[in-house]
């Protein structure tokens, strides 16, 4: 009796997991859905093949704002240093915190940086940078030679802006993908 | 003791009064922080009496010449229709809309208020709003 209760609550416990399990993963999908298989391709040759996805609340919440929230694999830490220190004149804009908050989102930021992440791509980034700490992503000469093809005319186009809304233009950058085949470039 | 007087009859008066313009319900926190700006404002300017729905649309849509950029810019530069979708004018990121009959995030976090107010009005007006503003505002987007 008080076994086929356990082996009961066992089965229903193993059957809630896997039906969340998904919705753990992927809790902040709100786009695509075919690319599921990506991630068990990742961890490849030792790197990963995408960028850690920025689930941090608070990061998502004050850094994404106004923007897309970076992955803090798309920059190495004397970027982000350089970024956290100038929140009061950031890009013009005044994107200050309360010292709590910004000293929360500077131990993301430093901890997931480019130099602690095993994504492709940040090696890459380093690669290119040789040294330059840039405040920009997208003046990152990877990123250029990435983005070579794109005109000035595309980017004007009201739906993408500007560099800085990466999800406009790679429908799963959410999630650290930025494959081509993902890339979706907006009228 | 006057002075008393008037914020307990002010605290249990604001909820009646509200409402009638409100076609979303306001939020407790919405409801709390025009309490407080009542209060402001009338510190602003004692002859102050009530907010008004007209006067936050037109803040909304007034456009205001900034000094440096030499460009028009308004709330709505942002915005947008506050029903629908705004997107931000210089990362082009979508913004989710602004009133809570279309949003029920919206106005549920005084710091999150706060904070947007300041930004968002500097960013605008090149300085920050009042409270007579910031109140008209409130009411006008809970009227939509």
Redesign the interface.
Known sequence: MKKSLSKTLLLALSLSLILLLPFIAFSDSDDDEGEDHEWHSNLRHGYSKHLSPAVDPLYQQECGA???AYQAGLLPKASWEKIMDGLDQH?E??ASLSSEHASAIQEYLYANSAENSSARFSKRILRSLEGATPLRISDIPFFKHEHREVGTRVLAR?????W??CS?CHTTAKRGIYDEKYIQIPR | MKHCLILIALFFLTPLVIPLFAKTKLTPVAMAYLNNLKVEAKKEDPSFQYFSVQKGQDLFQKEFMHSRKKKNRSCQTCHKKPTSTG??E????VIQPLAPSANRKRFVKKSKINKWF??NC??VLERECTAKEKGDFLIWAFSL
């Open positions: 106004c923007h897309f890009f804009e005044d009201k739906s993408i802006r500007s800085a809304n406009a | 997107r931000h210089r990362t082009g990121k300041k930004r500097k960013w």
